[in-house]
């Protein structure tokens, strides 16, 4: 979820974005000029411990005073991606897990976008808790493989304990033997997926002994 | 030697360019909004070409060690096809980006009528986001383009410390630098400005407004051509200082106007990038 921002903020920045969601509650189309002035208002500087920064955190925060919900918050909120530079579209994205309840599916088109691209930062935040619940099992196995292949680490990646099933662990044993074929490095990331379905594991290590785990 | 290119179009050059920059001293530029080859017919290429400079270009410069700002406009050329009109009406949102450090490329090509009406709907825009702009002066008729953009900005009220303009050579330089405006030259291989010229005319102009850019796209051109004004200035006799004033400090000073340049941490990627994308798997 959103770490609290405000008490990073100074005083201006605690009164513009006071300011901020008051207007997006009366008009959320005031969203629209808002959101890309977040990190002039407010500082871009790291949140510590929470992985996320001051713009994003306050990006997200304005997107959870939007007075909508269902299809017309997920086309404002796509709208918003859709035009947004980069650090506004890893806002939206910070966004959706906080904003699930209200979306439904309708933060899906979003996600998806993000999954096309080929900014890792992009990639990665697209499988925050949202995205790890509600992509369909094909897409969210493709969108962990992506992370793998494009070096986008698992540890941020969301619903590996739940949906990291045996068809994945079964791509990522092939991606390791494409890898191993090619005489290039096996990714780390891959073996807490491959582990949880012994078979898997046990067919590779068999096939390809000097790839096992443990040796890496 | 640290080097800050004023004006490049780096979406129309590989990574062996942004390699090349980086070895050659690059460190920071400004890719503004032009014209392709091939002609556009509708905003949206527009607004995808727009999200590329705001999005994926950057990252593709930091992964070099590069950092990537942009110029965002509707040009002059297309301006005189109505179907690209409506680009006009997409530009407040992306004006309000953090990496847009100015307005352009705007300006003249064949100085229609047409040319005209966006050329001041946009400076009136620059106006009203606090931002500089990038004036692209016309290859054909160059001296009475010239001419007519200094009156038309003018015009504008725009303070002239805040107006760059570019692709000058002997017949237009003065007028600019009377004018008030910044004086930029476009270093080619061939056409535009040669590096021997602009050593002259630096000589004959002084180092304080002059900004010196490649200009590089998709045609003809080389990204290298402002390392070779900085090392042909110290063969001429121009101090380090000189060189750093005209490659670094001119172009940060006359961007530095939008209060958006980011120049902190300059060196560091992004994010780590590996696989099936630019770096593919190796450190550049």
Known sequence: ?216 | MRIFDPHIHMTSRTTDDYRRMYDAGVRALVEPAFWLGQPRTSPGTFADYFDGLLGWEPYRAAQYGIRHHCAIALNPKEANDPRCRPVLDLLPRYLAKDGVVAVGEVGYDEMTPAEDEVFQAQLALAAEHGLPVLVHTPHRDKAAGTRRTLEVVKDSGLPPERVLVDHLNEMTAGMVADSGCWLGFSVYPDTKMDVHRMIALLRQYGTERILVNSAADWGHSDPLKTRAVGDAMLADGFTEADVEQVLWTNPVTFYGQSGRLDLADDAAPAADYAGNTIKRGVAP
């Open chain 1, 1 to 216: 979820m959103i770490p609290p921002v405000r008490p990073r903020l100074t005083e201006d920045g605690t009164r513009w974005l006071d300011a901020a969601e008051a207007k997006v509650k009366a008009d959320p189309g005031a969203v629209l000029a808002l959101f890309p002035a977040a990190g002039r208002a407010c500082g871009r500087g790291p949140l510590p411990e929470t992985g996320w920064t001051v713009d994003l955190a306050v990006r997200a925060t304005l997107l959870t005073a939007l007075p909508l919900d269902g299809e017309a918050l997920g086309e404002l909120l796509f709208d918003l991606y859709t035009h947004g530079d980069t650090a506004e579209r890893l806002g939206v994205l910070a966004g959706l897990d906080a904003l699930d309840g209200r979306l439904g599916d309708a933060g899906l088109p979003i996600v998806r976008d993000a999954l096309r691209t080929s900014d890792t930062r992009l990639i990665g935040a697209a499988l925050g808790s949202y995205g790890a619940a509600r992509l369909p099992a094909e897409a969210y196995r493709q969108a962990v493989l992506k992370c793998v292949f494009t070096g986008v680490p698992l540890d941020t990646v969301r619903g590996l304990d739940t949906r990291a099933d045996r068809e994945l662990a079964r791509m990522m044993a092939d991606f390791a033997r494409e890898r191993a074929a090619a005489g290039r490095e096996v990714p780390a990331d891959i073996w807490p997926v491959v582990e949880r379905h012994p078979e898997v594991l046990a067919e590779l290590t068999t096939e390809l002994p000097s790839l096992s785990s443990g040796a890496l």
